[in-house]
């Protein structure tokens, strides 16, 4: 079973969120992160990373946030692509 992320808006100014594989790209107005759950794209202003942690995978961004994208992975489609990609090897 895969674990589920969960993301903790506290008064619009901090964000947790937590099963974490990759942080993909970030900086002031966005942050990229790949969850174990699917993609998560978090805009906003003056967006920093305030802490992560390794252990648990969780991290803690400060900042205004405007817009969170969630896109969850179509797990059949996911072993699909590793089915072929393995074949063209």
Do not use: A, R
Request: hydrophobic share 35%; glycine share 4%; charged share 35%.
């Amino acid at each position: 079973m895969d674990k589920i992320s969960k993301i903790i808006i506290n008064d619009n100014k901090q964000l947790e969120v937590d099963n974490i594989i990759k942080v993909k790209s970030f900086n002031t107005e966005e942050f990229v992160l790949e969850t174990t759950t699917g993609p998560l794209i978090i805009q906003g202003e003056g967006l920093e990373m305030d802490s992560i942690n390794t252990s648990n995978n969780k991290s803690c961004i400060k900042g205004i946030f405007y817009k969170i994208i969630f896109h969850e992975v179509d797990k059949k489609k996911k072993k699909d692509e590793n089915f072929i990609k393995k074949l063209l090897k």
